[in-house]
């Protein structure tokens, strides 16, 4: 009983039926963009160790993977791609026959409009420091070098038929540069989803085995540093006036507030990335037998929509789906 005769709050929890009703946040299919791999050079897939369930696709394999998600109904596919060479101011990720542009092209002719098709629009994977720029004389990354060739990146994946680009360099001015080159290049209508606010966050781990990340010491020059708060909707602030579509907050769980302040600060479409590092606890404690895998899925993404993003990165989106569908 609370102090006040009558009132009861569980009253509302008793049945599932009820439990329903009441439901504030809801999850879908829809919103969920699943993460995809595609290494150059893979005849058959390959499981990436510490990402259990999560495949190194050939360009074959990729586009059944693709398929796979339309048929669960996921909202989109963001594509990264894993070259076989790799040098200094990554050409991989700008050659019209590079392994990303070439999935790029290999999915849309998949899935057409079925679903949303992105390209990671970033060049760590195909640099041979792994840096997500090119670097200075000096070993330093140099930002407006790398809008430059971020521009050309943006044009090679608008070519390949990509609907948004996913920019995740986290270089200044990088919405604005790729946008102009875009519109000036005739590529009005391909979006822009803005990593604006990228953490530099240990939880990358894992994806930095799925794509052989070759990065030697850290990105904390240009990523955010995880106490900040602020300086997320200043990033989110800038992205949007440059033109950004959508806007990101990266990763998911750790920054809850952090999406919530984005949600509360723009009118955009506000993304959250569940990154490899949170998918990989999860699995691993499930594997274990310490946690309900299943259960806790979906307990985070609820939380990560709850928190007010609207769309989610999840390794897990056709799995979700799966339980979603069941579900509904
Ligand atoms: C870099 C990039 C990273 C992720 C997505 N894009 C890693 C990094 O910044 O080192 C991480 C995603 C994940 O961990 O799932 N372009």
Known sequence: MTGFPGVRPRRLRRTAALRRLVEETR?????????????????????????????????????????????????????????????????????????????LRDVVAEVGDATVVMGDLCLDEFTSHGHCGVLAADGTVDNDATLARY??????????????????????????????????????????????????????????????????????????????????????A??????????????????LDVIAAVRAAVTVPVAAYQVSGEYAMVEAAAANGWLDRDRVMLETLTSIRRAGAQVILTYWAVAAAHLLNRSA
């Open 151 to 236: 521009a050309e990146m943006g044009l090679a994946q608008a070519a390949a038929g990509a609907h948004v680009l996913g920019l995740s360099g986290m270089m200044d001015g990088q919405v604005g540069a790729v946008r102009q080159a875009l519109d000036q290049a005739g590529y009005p209508d391909v979006a822009v989803l803005a990593y604006a606010a990228k953490y530099a966050s240990a939880c990358y781990g894992p994806f930095r085995d799925a794509v052989e990340s070759t990065l030697v010491g850290d990105r904390k020059s240009y990523q955010q540093d995880p106490p900040n708060l602020r300086e997320a909707l200043r990033e989110v």
């Open 27 to 103: 999850l879908a299919p829809a919103e969920m963009v699943l993460p995809l791999f595609v290494r150059e050079g893979l005849t058959e897939p390959r499981e990436v160790a510490s990402l259990p369930g999560v495949l190194q696709h050939s360009r074959d394999s990729l586009r059944k993977a693709a398929a796979e998600a339309v048929r669960a109904g996921v909202g989109g596919l963001m594509l990264f791609g894993v070259p076989e060479h790799r040098d200094e101011t990554g050409t991989g990720g700008t050659d019209p026959d590079g392994v990303l542009n070439a999935a």
């Open 238 to 255: 800038l992205d949007v006036a440059e033109g950004a579509d959508l806007v990101m907050v990266k990763p998911a769980l750790p920054y």
